[in-house]
């Protein structure tokens, strides 16, 4: 999608929304792929020639669009899970929610980066949840091992993405790349995540769900609105809900915790941990 498209689409009114879509789905290419094992995620990098430079754009989670269906369209994640793993052995929260976007997202990064330039940057847009403000990271038990517990796993999954983000975007910044990353919460959005809740949730979300919940088009509003706007244009490092920026958790800010989840997660994934030559360059 070309700079100005993205800024017609942007002077559009609220009311206009359908018609916004519409245009953002005309200009971007769908993948289907999947994160439950480390070796999906790089066949996908290595068949993605919709990822050739000059698209420049990438988000790291599937948009749950559902224009034109009667039924939400599965996200690429899972909530609230009983204990289990992935193919290649992690927690399937932390697999699934956390390591597969960041796998991704660093594959991606030399396109990105290539797809970018001052003043129309490539842009990372990662879709976290209000739940990681419950979130603990528990860097000696990642995997849930010790206690397993499905909200738990949910909410540090939803924080790792948070924290992993933004030291993305310090990564970015003092390398000098024409690239931002941004995290977004979609609020609460009637898909099919819920499948596992507690089943007096699924009751509530069953007969009040209309009222309170987002509709998944408008639950993919603000991931839309971080991917195009003209007003993050070369800012990242932010935590948007509802089109605005707003604080996350406060350990989310801890550049010594950022920096040692990037470095666990480096090891997991099998790829190089620039953050040291990064920062000491």
Not at 35 to 45: C, E, G, L
Request: glycine share 8%; aromatic share 10%; charged share 20%.
């Amino acid at each position: 999608m070309d700079a100005s498209a993205c800024k017609h689409i942007c002077t559009c009114t609220y009311a206009n929304k359908p018609a916004i879509y519409a245009q953002v789905h005309a200009g971007l290419h769908h993948v289907r792929y999947t994160y439950r094992y480390i070796r999906a995620v790089r066949q996908m990098d290595a068949e993605a020639s919709w990822a050739a430079p000059g698209h420049g754009l990438v988000r790291t989670r599937r948009v749950c669009c559902a224009s034109g269906r009667r039924r939400p369209r599965k996200g690429s994640g899972v909530m609230m899970v009983p204990e289990r793993t992935t193919e290649d052995g992690f927690e399937e929260h932390f697999g699934l929610n956390y390591l597969g976007h960041f796998l991704l997202t660093n594959l991606l990064l030399d396109t990105l980066k290539e797809s970018g330039a001052p003043g129309r940057c490539a842009r990372v847009v990662t879709v976290s949840s209000a739940t990681h403000y419950i979130g603990e990271l528990d860097m000696d038990d990642l995997q849930g091992s010790r206690c397993y517990s499905p909200h738990a796993a949910y909410a540090q999954s939803k924080l790792a993405l948070v924290l992993f983000t933004y030291h993305l975007q310090r990564l970015l910044a003092a390398q000098g790349s024409p690239v931002t990353a941004n995290v977004v919460d979609p609020g609460v959005v009637n898909t099919d995540l819920y499948r596992h809740v507690f089943w007096g949730t699924r009751l509530i979300k069953k007969l009040f769900g209309w009222w309170f919940f987002k509709t998944p088009d408008e639950g993919a509003w603000t991931s839309v609105y971080a991917a195009v706007t003209p007003d993050l244009e070369g800012l990242g490092g932010r935590y948007l809900y509802n089109e605005k920026e707003t604080k996350s958790l406060a350990v989310t800010y801890d550049l010594d915790l950022q920096t040692e989840l990037w470095a666990r997660s480096c090891q997991m994934t099998g790829i190089t941990d620039v953050t040291q030559d990064t920062f000491s360059g």
